[in-house]
């Protein structure tokens, strides 16, 4: 647990945080006491996932996007910690490489420019799994050959380079998470979400759910809530600075798998499945070692995957049933 009476930072930045992510970060933050602002352009992110913050004086909501360096630098007063969450989704890259590049590169040069120059004495960065590319060796850990196979790894992997840069350069205090497959409540279930709220919305909306490739393809995936933890125990452990950890719980489950689970969860087995040609760039197989997360933080990944799986679809029912259509 994070004992927030002894929590060295005071005022934090929180840039998607009204995304998945994001917003739990800046849910836990604002309920222990922590002055935060978030910042997203609500491309994905959503005013909702905020709201019940609101009451919180020390919660700040900010409408702005990572790539404007003046409307960034308006919030920096005082902060002393940035949670960099904001980034290009990877179906975006697909659709617009060019923006995904500006995003994920551009975006984090600017905080990391602002970081330094107003003094922040912490930055957490969030990266990705896919800056790997196919798996040389299983499981990968952090020492893996860098060659990802996507726009959306490449350019993630340009903002790792620039994060490491500023810590070598300025003498930045960072530490970077390369996340893999995150669920939980809040999951975005549009086509830039992720996939376990996809599948779950198509169940609900009565259409078949798309499986690109065979379904045999393996992902590690990483309950929200855990993935918070993480990013906090980043924060505070001097271990972490100027490196990079994995941060994913080891549980390994096929798309195909994952389909059978959402189908039973709704009670909707054998909902109507098409399977599509394999998207460019896709990995194959995720098996991740996260033993040194787990040393350096001492950080135990806690939720099962049914539980969190139950908590994700149930979530996403609820939202379906409350707005009538997402």
Known sequence: ???????????????????????????????????????????????????????????????????????????????????????????????????????????????????????VKKFVHASTGSVYGEAEFMPQSESHPLNPTSYYGVSKLAGEKYVRAFHHLYGLNV??????????????????????????????????????GDGTQQRSFTFVKDVVKANLLAAISEHTNGNVYNCASGIKVTIGELYNYVCDILGKPNHPVEYKDWMPGDIKVFDIDNSKIRKELGIDFVTDFVSGLKQTVNWTKDFYESKGSF
């Not at 551009?106 to 990391?112: A, D, E, I, M, P």
């Open 175 to 212: 530490a970077m998470l390369r996340y893999f497959h995150v669920y939980g409540p809040r999951q975005e279930s549009s086509d830039v979400g992720g996939v376990v709220s996809i599948f779950a919305r198509h169940i609900l909306e009565g259409k078949p759910i798309y499986i690109y």
């Open 1 to 119: 647990m994070i004992d927030f009476n002894n929590f060295p930072f005071k005022k934090a930045i929180v840039t998607g945080g009204a995304g998945f992510i994001g917003s739990h970060i800046v849910e836990e933050l604002v309920t222990n006491g922590v002055e935060t602002i978030s910042i997203d352009n609500y491309f994905a992110g959503k005013h909702e996932n905020l709201e019940f913050l609101k009451k919180y004086p020390h919660f700040h909501e900010v409408e702005c996007d990572v790539l404007d360096f003046e409307g960034l630098e308006k919030q920096f007063q005082g902060v002393d910690i940035v949670f960099h969450e904001a980034a290009s989704k990877k179906t975006i890259c697909i659709n617009n490489p060019r923006l995904d590049l500006e995003i994920n590169a551009k975006g984090t040069f600017n905080l990391l420019e602002l970081a330094v120059k107003h003094k």
